[in-house]
């Protein structure tokens, strides 16, 4: 029976990864119409420049004007043309305004409050940027229901850390708890190597660094947070329900 219930944040409750994206499509499409291929411009971002600054910056906002500003230097360097300063300051402005706090999911917060009233719930999520995460967490109102005591911000998301997490929020053996999240990567598949279960959100098109395939088939999949909160109180995963005055 499921014991505690451990909810991602980013693109689980709110809307992070389109604002990255709509910012990175603007970036492709100035770069094609300064005659770089769109498809050699992805490669080089998503593949050299992202991964090299995602080792200097962890995850968070602060590394995407530089990797903007990157891409166009290094695919200048491939292509033997002598890059201009304006237009590498130009491109970097792309990715003003990625560190505003994130907007709810619609539903999200609805669905978090159901889950609370049900299930022991802790919120587990990762940045390497726990004051500027716990600020964006705060914005999005979602500490009026789960308490600030139960919030875990960890730099990365596997198996060990999901361990720690449990350990923090006094949740019980990991076996007895449920992961919600966005990332098959690093939410579902560190969960399920801890012994959990987990709901998988598929948020339609995922960050790129999400992508992993599954360590087991058949995990439950919800289009939203608020259908997975649906799925644990429809009992699909045995939620210990609390008992009077819990
Ligand atoms: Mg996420």
Redesign the pocket.
């Known amino acids: 029976m499921i014991q505690l219930a451990m909810v991602?944040?980013?693109?689980?409750l709110v809307a992070t990864g389109p604002r990255f994206r709509v910012r990175r499509e603007a970036l492709f499409d100035r770069l094609e119409h300064l005659g770089f291929p769109r498809a050699r411009s992805w490669s080089v971002h998503h593949e050299i420049v992202d991964r090299e600054l995602l080792d200097l910056w962890g995850f968070g906002p602060f590394r995407l004007g530089a990797s903007f500003r990157d891409t166009y230097y290094r695919l200048c360097s491939q292509a033997g043309r002598t890059p201009d300063p304006d237009v590498a300051m130009e491109l970097e402005a792309l990715a003003d305004g990625i560190e505003s706090p994130p907007p709810l999911i619609p539903g999200a917060l609805e669905g978090l409050r159901q889950l609370v009233a049900t299930c022991p719930t802790a919120l587990y999520t990762q940045s390497s940027y726990p004051d500027f995460q716990a600020y964006c967490i705060e914005a999005s109102g979602v500490l009026e229901v789960v308490p600030r005591q139960r919030v875990v911000i960890t730099p990365v998301k596997d198996v060990d850390a999901y361990r720690r997490a449990v350990e923090t929020v006094d949740g019980g053996p990991p076996g007895h708890s449920v992961m919600i999240?966005?990332?098959m990567r690093s939410?579902v598949n560190p969960a399920i190597e801890a012994g959990a279960q987990a709901i998988w959100i598929d948020s339609g098109d995922p960050w790129h660094a999400d992508h992993a395939p599954p360590i087991v088939e058949a995990i439950p999949r919800a289009d939203s947070f608020a259908e997975a909160v649906q799925m644990l109180l429809d009992g699909g995963l045995g939620v210990r329900g609390r008992a009077a005055g819990e």
């Open positions: 991602d944040f980013d693109d689980t999240g966005n990332s939410d």
